[in-house]
C-alpha cells in the first residue's frame, strides 16, 4: 500500500494536477491527461482479492486490475469499473491508448445491471465489437450513486502482433468515460458516443498480482 508507481511522463501529468489544471479541461493535445493519478494497491474486504486500483477523481471512473501471479501473457485479466452513476459508459485500454488495443466498455444496462463489451478501435471513432477478446461478468451492482461491475477478460493481456501486458513492472493503461447513456443499454454492440474526459495511467502490476489458485477460484465463482 501507499506505493505510487508511475513513468516519467505519467509523473509529469500527476505533477500537472497538482497545481490545479482542472482534469475537464484536459485534452489529449494539452498533453494533460490524467491529474491527480493515484495507483495503489486494494483489497476486498467481502472477497480478499487484491487489484492494482487506479483512479483520478472521484467524478471518474475507478478501474481494478487483478491477474495471475507469475503468469507471461496470454492470461485471463480482472477488470472492476466503478463510476459515478451519472455516467453514461465507463472504458478501459489494456495497452494505454484508444487504437490498437483491447478496449473493455461498460454500461447500466437499463434493468439494474451492467452490460460489458469488448471492443477494438483502428481509429479514433467508435470502436467496432472485437471477438478477440471474450468478456465474463462476474458481478454487476449499481445503486443511487455508482454502477459498478467485475469482468473476467480472455483476449485482454495479448494483441495484435505480440503486444502484451507485462505480468511484472509498470504498465501504463489508458480510460476513457462519457456523460451520454448509451442508445441500446442491453445490447453489447450498441454504439455509443464520444467520451467527455480520457486519460492514461500506469500502475505496478506486481500491485494486481493473485496467487493463480486464488484468481482461477474468483474466476470460476461468479454468477
Ligand atoms: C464513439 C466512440 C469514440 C470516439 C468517437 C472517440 C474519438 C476520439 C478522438 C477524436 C480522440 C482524439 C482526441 C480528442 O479529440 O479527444 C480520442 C482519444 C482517445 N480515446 Fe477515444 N473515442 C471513442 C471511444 C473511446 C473508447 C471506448 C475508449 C477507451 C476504452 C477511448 C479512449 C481514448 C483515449 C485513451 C484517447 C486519448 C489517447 C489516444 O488518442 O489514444 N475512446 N478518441
Ligand atoms: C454503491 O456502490 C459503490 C460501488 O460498488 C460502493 O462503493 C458504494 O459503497 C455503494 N453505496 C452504498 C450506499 O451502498
Redesign the pocket.
Known amino acids: 500500500m501507499g506505493r505510487l508507481s508511475v513513468l516519467t511522463a505519467a509523473a509529469v501529468l500527476v505533477v500537472t494536477g497538482l497545481l490545479g489544471v482542472p482534469l475537464a479541461q484536459a485534452?489529449?493535445?494539452d498533453g494533460v491527461?490524467a491529474a491527480r493519478q493515484t495507483a495503489d494497491k486494494y483489497c476486498d474486504s467481502a472477497t480478499g482479492l487484491c487489484y492494482l486500483e487506479l483512479s483520478t477523481r472521484s467524478t471518474n471512473p475507478t478501474y481494478r486490475v487483478a491477474i495471475p501471479g507469475a503468469a507471461s501473457a496470454p492470461f485471463d485479466t480482472l477488470l472492476q469499473i466503478v463510476a459515478p452513476a451519472s455516467l453514461g459508459?465507463?472504458?478501459?485500454?489494456w495497452g494505454?491508448?484508444?487504437?490498437l488495443n483491447p478496449?473493455?466498455?461498460a454500461w447500466p444496462d437499463g434493468k439494474g445491471g451492467v452490460t460489458v463489451s469488448s471492443?477494438w478501435?483502428t481509429g479514433?471513432?467508435?470502436?467496432t465489437v472485437y471477438s478477440g477478446a471474450t468478456l465474463k461478468t462476474l458481478s454487476a451492482t449499481t445503486n443511487a450513486t455508482h454502477w459498478a461491475v467485475e469482468v473476467l477478460c480472455a483476449g485482454c493481456s495479448r494483441w495484435g502482433s505480440g503486444a502484451s501486458l507485462s505480468s511484472t513492472g509498470v504498465h501504463t493503461f489508458?480510460?476513457?468515460m462519457?456523460k451520454t447513456p448509451v442508445p441500446q443499454p442491453a445490447n453489447p454492440s450498441s454504439?455509443?458516443?464520444?467520451?467527455n474526459n480520457?486519460?492514461?495511467v500506469s500502475g505496478d502490476m506486481a500491485d494486481a498480482q493473485v496467487a493463480q489458485s486464488v484468481f482461477q477460484a474468483h474466476a470460476a465463482g461468479g454468477r
Request: proline letters at 6%; a positive charge; charged letters at 5%.
Open positions: 485534452t489529449p493535445s491527461l459508459w465507463a472504458g478501459f485500454a494505454g491508448g484508444m487504437t478496449l473493455t466498455v471492443r478501435a479514433r471513432a467508435l470502436p489508458a480510460w476513457a462519457s454504439s455509443f458516443s464520444i467520451h480520457v486519460g492514461m
